[in-house]
């Protein structure tokens, strides 16, 4: 009977967040400026991309923002395939595209190294960051630029994965549940993260942290600089939930990579705010109740749970995918939820268990 009482207290809060969530990705906090010219720098740090790059570089390049108003640039980040022969060639066909290798740095490590070399070469006032392994909309740049009014420091936005069957599908659900949760807390004022291959700031904000020199070390450096512009309280801060601005990205295309994503993140996650641990208890605590109702307790209740969360996080994602016009993902939705159970389950053992993370060839 304790475990019922449990169980059903577990399942109250998390309807809850659920539904609170959902009310604040309806209408997520956005504001834009029309009247913005802005230059803009679009970043792109790539380590042995050669498979990707192309294909990311023509839909950067295809946009519908003033050609003379942005530039590309690549950091080609120690890549031992050819990803610089790809960059060679967009810089003859495109003058506002430009190259560098990146130089090894005692103070900065990996992507971070990468990625504050790009920015001192970056002319614009505003810098867009995405990876080599996704495609953006032809608005991309301009409905980003559109958000930047005077106040705004920096802009989330969301990601999604191609997904062509369940394996593939699951995780872009995935990444809808956790980015419109990073929406909807925006909105609700109580900012927890970001994802950097649809990230943009000004560069005046970046600065005014230090840039990557000066901010803590961290395998989630997206997150990191995120917490530290927000932290500032000098920037506004915005992320949006636009098909203008949905950027699609490959997926993990086995499980061991998928759990090395997944334990970069969660490493990252530790500094997160305690509001983020209260989110991530809840759904861990309910997960673990039903599990625990299913083997020693009520069966019956258990399946209850199970439906009622079923149609908590059916309807939240359904409310962010509405406002992408991407309800076709939703097909899959059977197969997340299942994933997403032990994952939830699963994540602080894989956290604290997993030994050192490991990310494009690097160790930290």
């Known amino acids: 009977m304790n475990l019922d009482y449990f169980l059903i207290a577990f399942l109250l809060l998390y309807l809850i967040q659920v539904v609170v969530f959902t009310l604040a990705a309806r209408k997520p906090r956005d504001h834009q400026e029309n009247t913005s010219h802005a230059f803009v720098s679009v970043l792109i740090a790539a380590r042995n991309e050669e498979h990707n790059l192309s294909e990311c570089l023509e839909s950067v390049l295809d946009q519908t923002y003033d050609p003379s108003l942005f530039e590309v640039i690549v950091i080609n980040d120690h890549s031992t395939d050819g990803t610089e022969v790809i960059c060679q060639e967009f810089a003859r066909r495109f003058q506002r595209f430009s190259y560098a290798n990146a130089r090894e740095d005692a103070a900065l490590k990996g992507k971070s190294n990468a990625l504050d070399q790009g920015i001192e070469r970056a002319h614009g006032e505003i810098i867009l960051i995405t990876d080599a392994d996704c495609s953006v909309p032809k608005t991309w740049v ?106 699609v990205s490959r997926p993990c295309s086995s499980w ?47 399946l209850g749970a199970i439906l009622l969360k079923m149609v908590g996080d059916y309807s939240f994602l359904r409310t962010v995918l509405t406002k992408l016009g991407r309800t076709d993902v939703l097909k899959y939705f059977a197969a997340f939820q299942v994933y997403f159970f032990l994952y939830v389950l699963s994540i602080p053992f894989v956290v604290f268990l997993g030994g050192r993370v490991v990310w494009k060839g690097r160790k930290y």
């Open 256 to 302: 061991k990579e998928l759990i090395r994503q997944k334990h970069r993140w969660g490493k990252g996650g530790l500094d997160m705010r305690l509001s983020g641990f209260s989110i991530m208890a809840i759904g861990f605590g309910l997960d673990a109740m039903i599990l625990l109702s299913l083997l020693v307790g009520s069966p019956l209740a258990a």
């Open 142 to 247: 301009e409905w980003t630029a559109k958000r930047y009014s005077r106040s705004v420091g920096i802009v989330g936005g969301m990601t999604l994965q191609k997904a062509d069957n369940w394996f593939e599908g699951m995780q872009s659900l995935d990444w809808a549940f956790l980015l419109g949760l990073a929406s909807s807390t925006v909105t609700l004022r109580n900012p927890l993260s970001t994802i950097g291959n649809n990230l943009s700031f000004r560069k005046a904000a970046y600065e005014n942290v230090g840039g990557y020199r000066k901010i803590p070390f961290s395998v989630t450096e997206d997150f990191m600089l995120f917490q530290c512009i927000v932290k500032t309280k000098k920037w506004d801060y915005l992320c949006p939930i636009d098909p203008n601005v949905l950027v």
